[in-house]
């Protein structure tokens, strides 16, 4: 059964970082196979793609307003089951429940239209306070 756990949420002032790790188990190969995308949902808005990282590839895709500040990247040293979000200069407006998913894809094309992810974690909550 796949599995995807997301950690690394906290409280953060206007300007400061937080990384947050998605860790998967059960899938059918390593979590380096699979593009995995980090979603944020903030209170009373709709889900919202963030950013994108494909298979072994390591190409990676962000939106525009996360650009220059969060970095998407693969644990290529450990056991390769994990993906992080190191999110820098921080902002009130990115307060919001994190979550990674995936559909056992390999790449990241429309990851942030109306392609359906099968596998999700349970959320990471991020504050930024002004």
């Known amino acids: 059964q796949v599995r995807l756990v997301e950690s690394g949420g906290g409280l953060v002032q206007s300007g400061g970082s937080l990384r947050l790790s998605c860790d998967a188990s059960?899938?059918?190969?390593?979590?380096?196979?699979?593009?995995i995308v980090w979603f944020r949902q903030a209170t009373g808005k709709e889900r919202e793609a963030v950013a994108c990282?494909?298979?072994?590839?390591?190409?990676?895709?962000?939106v525009d307003f996360v650009k220059g500040r969060f970095t998407i990247s693969r644990d290529r040293v450990n056991a390769k089951n994990t993906v992080y979000l190191q999110m820098n200069s921080l902002k009130p407006e990115d307060t919001a429940v994190y979550y990674c998913?995936?559909?056992?894809?390999?790449?990241?094309?429309?990851?942030?239209?109306?392609?359906?992810?099968?596998?999700w974690g349970q959320g990471t909550q991020v504050t930024v306070s002004s």
């Open positions: 998913a995936t559909d056992l894809n390999y790449y990241c094309s429309n990851y942030g239209g109306d392609r359906e992810f099968k596998y």
């Open positions: 059960g899938l059918p190969e390593d979590l380096d196979y699979y593009a």
């Open positions: 990282i494909n298979n072994s590839e390591g190409k990676r895709h962000y």
